[in-house]
């Protein structure tokens, strides 16, 4: 999970170089997720190929370690940023969702750019998986990270091929 940490903050880089703001959340088994939440009008026929975009862009300045497209022999050793979960028939594990992935259950949770990012330094990265019990305390100490998703406004531009990235 850290190698897809390191490459959501590359992904979180890209946004913030187009003015958006975005979030995170574990999935509770081994992937991660990147939301940057639009709540304006814009249909799958924009977002999708937009997030394309930004999936071949962060491959080619990272082909040992993105891959974006759907071949599951390319993946290998590599983080996938599936851009094609852009669509009005995908389906994502919903935020404080349980997963029974493992031999006990863990909760999609959000988690902080700051916890990620420790989680990283400190090559720690069960601490981003919690079990309900764990899920509900965090949520009584940090409240809902994630009602941001859900309020935030934003304009998505047409893509564009951004040259530079901004750091985390």
């Known amino acids: 999970m850290l190698t ?36 304006t009008a814009v249909t799958y026929a924009e977002s999708q190929p937009f997030a394309r975009l930004l999936a071949e862009e962060l491959e080619r300045e990272h082909p040992k370690t993105i891959v974006s497209g759907m071949s599951k022999a390319a993946r290998a050793n590599k983080v996938f940023i599936d851009w094609s979960q852009n669509s009005d028939f995908k389906t994502t594990v919903a935020v404080y969702s349980l997963r029974a992935k493992h031999d006990r259950p863990y909760v999609s949770m959000p988690f902080t750019w700051t916890e990620l990012r420790r989680a990283v330094r400190t090559h720690d990265p069960a601490m981003l998986l919690l079990d309900p019990a764990a899920a509900l305390e965090r949520l009584k100490k940090v409240g809902d990270l994630f009602r941001p998703v859900l309020e935030l406004r934003q304009n998505l531009e047409a893509p564009k091929r951004s040259r530079r990235s901004v750091s985390a």
């Open 4 to 39: 897809s940490i390191e490459v959501a903050f590359l992904l979180k880089n890209a946004l913030a170089a187009r003015g958006l703001e975005c979030f995170a959340k574990v999935s509770g088994s081994k992937g991660l997720q990147v939301y940057a939440p639009l709540n």
